[in-house]
């Protein structure tokens, strides 16, 4: 099924065995999700558990907070994160520390669904990731999606976890299509990597859109990398990253963001400083541009890093050791 | 009327049900309130506490008739200027003093502050320091109920600078449109922090905005419990029986500054004392003495037992142990693990 | 009406001048317009353009009775929905038709896309994609006007789904406590997305809004150009005149879905038919005939050569060359760097 | 004078020899500013240069971005730096782009200040310092401020600037004393680091009151550490940071944010891929722990990594080579 197929059905699982859970946002209701993430559900659960809302991401998210605290199962769906940008307060100021500023007494099991990235023609204002919105908030589960199958599997978990959730969804893949093991045996563990593809020679660390691209990379390459798809980026899995390098003693993140703030700096702070005597070589960053996303078709291409960019930075890294410059430096079109 | 009195050991949800007791006992917390908030000026001026605090002095009937109305199984979002409502819906002086001083026996182990009370055994949340962002909380917790089909109601109190913030006018638009249980409550006191309504706020009138959600509306006299209390009742049956969200604007006065160290130098002259002349504890006082309910001397006599009670917690609560270290990593989530509820 | 036609190689600002030539410029504008987006709708149904767009079709009048009464002075912002707005206050149907097809000369070098128009020659400020957020940008150029006591206006353009978002009521209320040259233009096309405005909105008479700001209002017929102007010039003169800001509510329709792919399955059985009785073409049409300005043969021929107009700019920008990829790191701050302006 | 002082002198420098210059926020005009960082500046100025707002941040967020393409230069004061949680989308997805979105037809000469951070008991919704909601926005420059000569100077070049600028104030820092020098030669180049202590046996990357317990730290310690203050989080100072680092063969980033999602992690992964084989040891990062900040006053002041704290790592790093556990873990309470 397609992957926004598999969040579908994942949030009807869901619905199905805990009638708690419920759904809202903008659309999501009788159009089924403008994303068509909610397609059917409507008329499976009805307008109760079903509900459309007003434009007022700061109401709806919050009301995500205050269903939760009350008892709820609460789903609510940000279409683009970028809307998250009148509503941050509530989930980092607000939902996070719900628990910790009642001593326990309160729980706040939400999830909060955004669709993220670029890829679709959107322009700057509907194209960034904005994990580093997010991620510095003790108390916030930030989860992401890559396969149909890591799609039904992490959102299950999101929604059964008693904290706030927030799953960053890669809008470029909600057509990609894949297996899906539904039921239990198909639910993730949020906190957990998982490797997509095992090697020897390297290890990537990749993250939503950059996993596909990234085994893409492997593939053309024909180096035996490692990758790892992270899945959930705070907190992340250390332990499977750390043992990871410690074998192959590189590493390479691959990140959607633009270089300045982007997440993977996280990655490769800790493992240095985890691993810094058994590293081959500096372990780097292969980012998007510290530019917004354009709009134009070829241009907008080449902000993801595409497969054929991450192969030639894989394959230099290995051959010489040092890092390599990245595709803007290197064609001499941008100098960082 | 030593037996109206609550035991100091009263737990929160028996000294919110003595507020349906009778009138002396709605006086007596509004002498508390007062004279809580009379001495933690003193002790923050002193500097035996640190950060800030929004004392919520002239404010004190709009809490002990709004505690009045509600049900420790209705839910109630507050703000930073939260003693007086913590301290009407139940919580005890101990309970809010020890947050405030940081103690570890506080309700959020002293990790919260003065800004963060929560108790919900009487369906207080911890009171939220960003302005606005409570009643988005309040319309979620009135669609749990509305979806679960039960008679709670769900409560946001707020001031009326909180109604030129976003937040506002969203979850006011949403519990409507969804036609959800919730009663909003404007404690409009005239100000928010240093600026004067007026300059911040095309209308003084508040409830007229219940108008761009088709919300029922109604205004009341913030400083008189029982004008509360009717309002109230009306909003809160209004919720309970399906017929969906009120707006109430509560006319009252803030009689401190806005936080510590505010003198209100800000204020036009005579103002105060206008608004003085309708304090909430004399209002209390005259009503019980016209009534015939308690005299002069029943009364002084209940004010200074009040005081010493409260003299009482201080001093205990002054000696309670600190939190240890450990305790700030503590009631984080991370995934997986857990919930405490 | 060769005479009345502006050659494809006028600037905006001459454009923009025309309007006020009279009504047969207008009526030629509305067709444009029409014929602008019918065809985007073949073209992104083809597959010929990437990302999505949103018509405007059923809302030329709004969009052209406005731009009549500004000056390329005021500052204006828009929506996603843009390019009646940008046709209107003049940008070329190759401009914005560059912009959308991502083309190195569009006015964002293709960097934009169909949800950011820009030209400042006519004021109209890169258009907005996120719901609401051009009114506070709109509230801050009317500060901006007032503070140099310079006689422009400030327009925000928006729809009825934007009305529930925090930005439009924090928005009118700074505009209204500072009585800013702004004009609020809400384009009520009945619809946010795919919900209609009874799902979203508690009342449908988005104007009654304003009452809670103290502000002026008007409701106006969105589909007829005269009614626009008439609202508009009043507005305008308001707010030059230093009378702050006005609240306009123009009643539309959406004739096409929201974006894309939508085919608008959701609507009431016929509710689009209802209004495509007052459809702004026709109305306009009518207008000329029944005033005796133009004869349905002139009309027909008017409505042939902007079509024509309209096929060839297609077929022109289609060849435009595309962007260098350097551009993409082009006009990104830096700081110490010098501004562009 | 003391840093809130200087703040003053900066906007009123600034708006004395530039009428566009305008200031607005809430209560920065009668009452002279929540924290008096703007005292006095009504009485010189008037009402049409200074504004007090109602409680909108999002309106005069965008107000402020809405006057600067309009021709002003405006200073919007957001009274804690969580209050833009409800209005980050103005900063970010807006401001920040539409010098690109118009090909440089418009201009945001705006700055937003924003005070931050732990040490005044406000508990957890008013100390975050929340530096990654904006590190991650192409074309916005972040700043912030350590002494009072460097707010002074930070911020007349922010107001001079023609894009966009947050400088972060650290709240803790408002009272602290210092010389201030005005006048041309008092201002600051955004974009450049400071060396605020010069030293060769490791490099500190401080940052606002970081760079204060770092300077503290190297006092107790009497390690000869150079103190970099890195004055400009995006885009930070490459340069200066290489070139110490390129000598000293050590780095560690002090920093106030949780070790999740802080902006240190930039600092050692960039360090690390430039510098990598002429390390001597592995760079780090000492940061505050993953947890909202605690009321308590005790438990508040271990939030901020403390002078002895900061010794005692960078002491046991130079005995060892190796990168020292922080407090909470040394000393058993929390394991990371
Ligand atoms: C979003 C946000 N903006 C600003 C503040 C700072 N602030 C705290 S209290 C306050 C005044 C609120 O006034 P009002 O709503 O009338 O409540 P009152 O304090 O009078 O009870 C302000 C501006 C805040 N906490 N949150
Ligand atoms: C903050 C935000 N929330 C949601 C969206 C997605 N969205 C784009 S257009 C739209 C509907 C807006 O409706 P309306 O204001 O009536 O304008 P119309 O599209 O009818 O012109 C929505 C919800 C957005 N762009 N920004
Ligand atoms: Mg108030
Ligand atoms: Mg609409």
């Not at chain 1, 999501?28 to 434009?55: M, Q, Y």
Request: aromatic share 6%; proline share 6%.
């Amino acid at each position: 099924m397609r992957l926004r197929q598999a969040i579908v059905a994942a949030l009807q699982d869901e619905m199905r065995s805990d009638p708690s859970v419920m759904i809202m946002g903008e659309d999501v209701a009788v159009a089924g999700g403008p994303f068509k993430t909610s397609e059917g559900l409507l008329e499976e659960f009805g307008p109760n558990r079903v509900r459309d809302t007003p434009i007022s991401e700061m109401a709806f998210t919050g009301a995500g907070v205050g269903a939760a605290i009350a008892g709820l199962k609460p789903v609510v769906e940000i279409m683009f994160m970028e809307f998250l940008g009148v509503a941050l307060d509530q989930l980092v100021t607000g939902a996070a520390k719900m628990r910790y500023l009642s001593k326990g007494q309160v729980s706040v099991p939400l999830v909060v669904r955004a669709s993220v990235g670029s890829g679709s023609g959107f322009g700057s204002q509907h194209s960034q990731t904005l994990e580093n919105w997010v991620t510095s908030t003790p108390g916030l589960t930030v989860a992401t999606v890559s396969t149909p199958q890591t799609a039904y599997g992490i959102m299950r978990a999101a929604v059964r976890d008693p904290g706030p959730t927030i799953v960053l969804e890669p809008r470029a893949l909600y057509a990609v299509r894949g297996p899906v093991e539904r039921g239990e045996s198909g639910i993730l563990r949020l906190g957990k990597a998982l490797i997509a593809r095992p090697g020897s020679a390297l290890t990537i660390v990749a993250m939503g859109q950059t996993v596909t691209t990234s085994l893409a990379a492997v593939e053309q390459s024909g180096i035996d990398a490692e990758v790892i798809d992270l899945l959930t980026l705070a907190p992340w899995d250390r332990e499977t990253v750390l043992e990871s390098v410690a074998r192959t003693g590189r590493l390479v993140v691959v990140e959607e963001a633009p270089e300045s703030g982007g997440w993977g700096s996280e990655i490769v702070a800790a493992v240095t400083r985890e691993l810094f005597s058994s590293l081959a070589a500096a372990p780097f960053r292969i980012t998007a541009p510290n530019a917004p996303v354009p709009y134009n078709r070829e241009l907008e291409a080449r902000f993801l890093p595409q497969p054929s960019e991450i192969a030639r930075q894989l394959t230099s890294y290995l051959a010489t050791d040092s890092v390599p410059a990245p595709w803007w430096v290197a064609e001499g079109i941008h100098h960082d | 009327m030593t037996e109206a009195t609550l035991a100091t050991s009263a737990s929160s949800v028996e000294r919110r049900a003595d507020l349906r007791a009778g009138a002396v006992q709605r006086f007596e917390r509004i002498v508390e309130i007062r004279g809580f908030e009379e001495r933690l000026n003193v002790l923050f001026a002193s500097g035996a506490i640190h950060g800030t605090t929004h004392l919520a002095l002239g404010q004190e009937a709009l809490a002990v008739g709004l505690a009045t109305e509600l049900e420790p199984t209705d839910l109630v979002t507050g703000t930073y200027r939260g003693h007086a409502l913590a301290l009407a819906l139940g919580m005890s002086p101990r309970a809010v003093l020890s947050e405030i001083m940081g103690k570890a026996e506080a309700p959020t182990g002293g990790l919260g502050g003065s800004m963060h009370l929560c108790d919900m055994a009487i369906g207080l949340l911890p009171t939220f320091a960003i302005v606005g962002a409570g009643l988005p909380v309040s319309v979620g917790a009135g669609l749990a109920f509305q979806y679960r089909q039960e008679r709670h109601v769900s409560v946001a109190l707020f001031g009326d600078g909180s109604t030129n913030i976003g937040a506002f006018h969203e979850s006011m638009n949403l519990a409507a449109i969804w036609k959800l249980p919730v009663v909003f409550v404007c404690d409009n006191n005239v100000y928010g922090e240093y600026s004067r309504i007026n300059l911040t706020t095309p209308i003084e009138d508040l409830h007229l905005r219940a108008a761009s959600y088709a919300m029922p509306s109604a205004v009341v006299d913030g400083m008189d419990v029982p004008a509360v209390r009717t309002a109230v009742a009306e909003a809160v049956e209004r919720a309970r029986s399906g017929g969906g969200p009120t707006f109430i604007e509560a006319k009252t006065y803030r009689f401190a500054g806005h936080s510590r160290a505010d003198t209100a130098p800000y204020r036009p002259a005579g103002e105060l004392e206008h608004w003085q002349q309708r304090d909430p504890v004399l209002l209390a006082r005259r009503a019980l003495e016209a009534e015939g309910i308690l005299d002069a001397a029943a009364i002084a006599d209940l004010e200074s037992r009040v005081g010493a009670a409260l003299d009482e917690t201080i001093e205990t609560v002054r000696e309670l142990p600190e939190p240890a270290l450990a305790t700030m990593f503590d009631n984080i989530w991370t995934p997986g693990e857990g919930a405490a509820r």
